[in-house]
Nanobody, 124 residues
Framework: QVQLVESGGGLVQAGGSLRLSCAAS????????MGWFRQAPGKEREFVAA????????YDADSVKGRFTISRDNAKNTVYLQMNSLKPEDTAIYYC?????????????????WGQGTQVTVSS
């Protein structure tokens, strides 16, 4: 089992910044991705960014390129999502996820474990 706990969400004005954290514990996957997804009311879950523990390769959705940065701290088993220049359309519940094997990091089906989510609200 893998436990994922997100933190760092909140209310911020447009143009502001937030940093989300995802602490992983239990049986973590060394070869699979750690991803961030988000889901706004009435919309499907959407890929945001992903990173691999080994090698540190990262992948970002086009909608967040240049504004969001995913990073990891292997020693702390923690993944971060630095979000800058936030827009009202970034408002959503943000979920952290862990996958067991390499590949398909932008697809929800690549992930076995999900956190409980943290709310991000961006006011205009």
């Amino acid at each position: 089992q893998v436990q994922l706990v997100e933190s760092g969400g909140g209310l911020v004005q447009a143009g502001g910044s937030l940093r989300l954290s995802c602490a992983a514990s239990g049986r973590t996957f060394s070869t699979g991705p750690m991803g961030w997804f988000r889901q706004a009311p009435g919309k499907e879950r959407e890929f945001v960014a992903a990173i691999y523990w080994s090698g540190g390769n990262t992948y970002d959705a086009d909608s967040v390129k240049g504004r969001f940065t995913i990073s990891r701290d292997n020693a702390k088993n923690t993944v971060y999502l630095q979000m800058n220049s936030l827009k009202p359309e970034d408002t959503a519940i943000y979920y952290c996820a862990a996958g067991p094997t390499y590949g398909n990091a932008d697809l929800p089906r690549a992930y076995n474990y999900w956190g409980q989510g943290t709310q991000v609200t961006v006011s205009s």
